[in-house]
């Protein structure tokens, strides 16, 4: 297969936060913008691999800043690494202040989809090739994440998680 880099699957959805969509202190509903990376993180997903994606697992949300009714909303998804069947996803939530116009990051996450075939069947996607600094970074970073999750969830021996204990023993001489 062919790599691909990050670019390749970036995906970028804007919008605004509707009365509908916020809460009694007119901030947006967390389930609302969770439901708005999700398919941001499905789009970059499925234009990575060329095939049906389904959400395997939310890794890690940070609701950090409320987002006021009325702001304008930037969901920046883009694959950080792929693995055999399945690919990290990382998000970025930006807003922008409806006065000022000042964009500012507001929440991020990470998704984890795997791609299937047309029965459901996981099938290969192809490896990633990081480019930037920052992507270097967060690739370098998902195989920590993933063994973590693994382990938390019993499907990986502590032992076998290579990239943990270099994390955590190679300060140790």
Known sequence: MQPKSPSDSRTIMTD???PSESNPLNNLFGGELLARMDRAASI???RHSRRITVTASVNHVAFNHPVPLG???TVEATVSRAFNTSMEVYIDVWMEDRQNRERSKANEAIYT??????SGVPTKVPPLVPETELEKERFEGA???KQLSLVLAKRMKPSEATELKALFLKNKD
């Open 71 to 73: 702001s304008v909303v």
């Open 113 to 118: 989809f795997v791609a299937v075939d047309d």
């Open 16 to 18: 605004m936060v509707l």
């Open 44 to 46: 970059a997903a499925r």
């Open 143 to 145: 195989l920590r994440r």
